[in-house]
């Protein structure tokens, strides 16, 4: 069983029962998650996109679009059009396989991993978790890379708020750091 049918299957009822949400189309589910990679060295050298475009297909399993400048800024050498991003949407079964590499093997992966921060959430139940190096996917062989590469992942939910999106995180089996009680 994959992990959007297990979803779909068990966690959903649970959730709804723990949020105490009776609508099933009310319970909170993966929107879409966003990959996005820049860096300075695209504008060094127009080789430096093509591998990190190459990397980001091999963690996302798709072809990545390539982000324009939209004003050029003369402090940091960059003119409008050049080419300073990649950026990737991932949906459905991509998406929920993607999120469950993610919390199996990636997190586990991570060198003093202690569970996702909570300041990630933004209000309005996504989470943006920043990863330094992006050799802590199992596709990227660290061997063959000539740099490593930072990599900025988005969980869109359509969770109306943190306490949800927590929730719906937490029973798809993302572990959080422990809040600290203040006193």
Same mark, same amino acid.
């Given at each position: ?51 990190? *475009? ?19 800024? *003369? ?71 000539? +740099? ?29 750091? +422990? ?5």
């Amino acid at each position: 069983m994959s992990f959007q049918e297990e979803y779909n299957k068990t966690i959903k009822q649970e959730l709804g029962k723990q949020l105490g949400i009776k609508n099933p189309m009310a319970i909170p589910h993966l929107v879409k998650i966003v990959l996005n990679t820049s860096t300075k060295d695209f504008l060094a050298d127009k080789k430096n996109i093509e591998l990190a *475009a190459e990397d980001l297909s091999i963690i996302g399993g798709q072809k990545p679009v390539v982000r324009k400048a939209r004003i050029s800024v *003369a402090t940091f050498k960059l003119r409008e059009g050049d080419k300073i991003g990649l950026s990737m949407t991932l949906r459905g079964k991509r998406m929920y396989d993607f999120y469950e590499k993610l919390v199996k093997i990636v997190f586990p992966r991570v060198k003093d991993f202690n569970g996702v921060d909570h300041k990630g959430f933004d209000g309005r139940g996504n989470i943006t978790l920043g990863f330094s190096e992006n050799i802590v996917f199992p596709e990227i062989d660290s061997g063959k890379l000539d +740099k490593i590469r930072s990599l900025q992942v988005t969980i869109v939910s359509s969770a109306k708020d943190n306490a949800q999106a927590k929730a719906l995180h937490e029973a798809l089996g993302m572990k959080f750091k +422990k809040e600290e009680k203040v006193d």
